[in-house]
C-alpha cells in the first residue's frame, strides 16, 4: 500500500497544484489552454520519440506478450465505444474518446513504478516490451476510429484519406514515427539538440498533470457519472480479466504474465485528456476519468498483486 501511495499521491498534488491555480484566478482558462497545447504539441511528442529512439526493439520484442496485452487493451476500447453509445447515448465521436480512456492504461508513470516496487527491477524489461508500443498503438488505433467517427457518412476513400491526414499532421504520431526511424537506422541527435529535448522531456508529464489539474476546474464530473464509472469497471477490471485470460492461454513465463497484468491493471494516464483534447470531444470525462480511477486503482492494483503474489 506504501508503494503505491508513493506513485501516487505525487500525481494527485500535481493535479491539486493546477486545480488551484485556476480556481484562485493565478492561472486564467486561457494560460491552461496554452499549457495543454505545449504539452500535445511539443513536450509529449519529445517525450515519444525519446523513448522509442532510445528502446531496444529487436531484443524485447516478444509476441505473445504482445498479443496478450493488446488483444485485451482492443476489446476494452470497443466495449468502451459501444458503451458509451448504447448506455449512455452519447454521439460516436464522444464515445471514442471515452473508449481511448478505456484502451490507454498509464504504463509508464504508474505501471513501471508499481512493477519494479513489487517485482524488482529485473522484471522491468517486459515492460518495456509493452511500452515501447503502446503509445503507437492505442494513437494509431484511436485516430483511425476517431477519423471514421467524424467522416462516416462519406466514402470509404475520403475516410482513408482523412486519417492519413490526421495521422500525420498529428505532432504524437509524427514524434513517435521519428523514434522508429531514428531507432531502426540508429540515428543520434546532435548532442546539444539533444540536451534540448531532454530538458523538454524532463517538463512533459508534470507539465500536462499541472494542465489537467486546471481543466478539472473547469470540467466539473455532474452528469457524466455514468461513463465515468464505466470506463472505471473496465479499465480496472475487465482489461486486466482479459490479459490475464489470454496470457494464460499463450503460456507467457511469469515475468511476462506479472508486466502484462499489472499494466494492464492501471487506470487511464493522461494520454486519455491528451486524445480528448485533441479532438475536443469527451473532455470533461478524460479529466475526471484520470483522477477518479487514479484513486480508485489504490485499491483493485492492491487486489491484482495480491491475486499475482
Same mark, same amino acid.
Given at each position: ?33 496554452? +499549457? ?10 519529445? +517525450? ?17 506478450? +504482445?498479443?496478450?496485452?493488446?488483444? !485485451?487493451?482492443?476489446?476494452?476500447? $470497443? *466495449?468502451?465505444? $459501444? ?12 464515445? #471514442? ?6 484502451l490507454?492504461?498509464?504504463? +509508464?508513470?504508474?505501471?513501471?513504478a508499481?512493477? %519494479? ?5 529485473? #522484471? /522491468?524489461?517486459?515492460?518495456f516490451?509493452?511500452v515501447? =508500443? ?29 486519417? *492519413?491526414?490526421?495521422?500525420f ?5 509524427? !514524434?513517435?514515427?521519428?523514434? $522508429? ?26 507539465? *500536462?498533470?499541472?494542465g ?12 457524466? @457519472?455514468?461513463? @465515468?464509472?464505466?470506463? !472505471?469497471? @473496465? ?5 486486466? @480479466? ?9 503460456? =507467457?513465463?511469469?515475468?511476462? $504474465?506479472?508486466?502484462? #497484468? ?9 494520454n ?7 479532438? %475536443? ?8 476519468v ?13 487486489g491484482?498483486?495480491? /491475486?499475482?503474489?
Amino acid at each position: 500500500m506504501q508503494a503505491l501511495l508513493d506513485v501516487i499521491v505525487p500525481v494527485f498534488v500535481v493535479m491539486g497544484f493546477g486545480y488551484l491555480a485556476v480556481w484562485r484566478g493565478f492561472f486564467s482558462n486561457s494560460d491552461v489552454e496554452g +499549457l495543454m497545447k505545449f504539452t500535445q504539441n511539443f513536450a509529449i511528442p519529445c +517525450l515519444l520519440f525519446k523513448a522509442i529512439a532510445e528502446t531496444d526493439l529487436q531484443n524485447t520484442f516478444q509476441a505473445e506478450l +504482445l498479443a496478450a496485452f493488446y488483444s !485485451g487493451a482492443t476489446i476494452s476500447f $470497443f *466495449a468502451g465505444i $459501444f458503451g458509451g453509445r448504447f448506455l449512455f447515448a452519447r454521439d460516436w465521436e464522444d464515445c #471514442v474518446a471515452i473508449g481511448f480512456c478505456c484502451l490507454f492504461s498509464n504504463s +509508464l508513470m504508474l505501471g513501471l513504478a508499481i512493477t %519494479e516496487r513489487a517485482y524488482g527491477p529485473e #522484471v /522491468l524489461a517486459t515492460n518495456f516490451v509493452i511500452v515501447a =508500443l503502446h503509445a503507437p498503438f492505442c494513437y494509431g488505433l484511436g485516430i483511425f476510429a476517431m477519423e471514421v467517427a467524424r467522416n462516416r457518412n462519406q466514402r470509404p476513400s475520403f475516410i482513408l484519406k482523412n486519417v *492519413a491526414l490526421a495521422m500525420f499532421r498529428n505532432a504524437l504520431v509524427l !514524434g513517435i514515427l521519428a523514434g $522508429f526511424v531514428f531507432n531502426l537506422c540508429s540515428l543520434s541527435l546532435p548532442n546539444p539538440i539533444d540536451d534540448a529535448v531532454d530538458m523538454i522531456v524532463l517538463v512533459a508529464l508534470p507539465t *500536462a498533470l499541472f494542465g489537467m489539474g486546471g481543466v478539472l476546474y473547469q470540467y466539473r464530473p455532474a452528469g457524466d @457519472i455514468g461513463p @465515468i464509472i464505466m470506463v !472505471g469497471i @473496465i479499465s480496472l477490471l475487465m482489461h486486466p @480479466i482479459l490479459v490475464w485470460t489470454f496470457g494464460r492461454a499463450l503460456a =507467457l513465463d511469469q515475468n511476462a $504474465f506479472r508486466s502484462a #497484468v499489472v499494466t494492464s491493471a492501471m487506470a487511464p494516464g493522461i494520454n486519455g485528456f491528451v486524445f480528448a483534447s485533441i479532438y %475536443e470531444r469527451g473532455r470533461r470525462v478524460a479529466a475526471s476519468v484520470v483522477l477518479i480511477c487514479t484513486a480508485a486503482s489504490i485499491f483493485t492494483v492492491w487486489g491484482w498483486l495480491a /491475486l499475482l503474489a
